[in-house]
């Protein structure tokens, strides 16, 4: 079982950059590949970014160059480095597993990205 709560939200200019973190309780964190997802209003949520246990990344097309996804095992920590930011991202941000579980969703932290 593994409870995630997003952080690191919140309103920036295009352009801007904010560093999302998700920290994980439970075992499966350290076992499991990990994503982000977004999902915009009156949208369904898509996938992000995805890293694997060893450390393999991969990126929706529209964030390529501009966002890194990484994990600290020692700190039960994912992470979401978003650079040069558009109106587009703006969206609720979600972590959890690669394939999610339904139960793992957490309440996601607001990114707004407006001048």
């Known amino acids: 079982q593994v409870q995630l709560v997003e952080s690191g939200g919140g309103l920036v200019q295009p352009g801007g950059s904010l560093r999302l973190s998700c920290a994980a309780s439970g075992s499966d964190f350290s076992t499991k590949d990990m994503a982000w997802y977004r999902q915009a209003p009156g949208n369904e949520r898509e996938l992000v970014a995805q890293i694997t246990t060893g450390g393999w990344t991969t990126y929706v097309n529209s964030v390529k160059g501009r966002f890194a996804i990484s994990r600290d095992y020692a700190k039960n920590t994912l992470y979401l480095q978003m650079n040069n930011l558009e109106p587009e991202d703006t969206a609720v941000y979600y972590c959890?597993?690669?394939?999610?579980?339904?139960?793992?969703w957490g309440q996601g932290t607001q990114v707004a990205v407006s001048s």
């Open positions: 959890n597993t690669d394939p999610p579980v339904a139960t793992y």
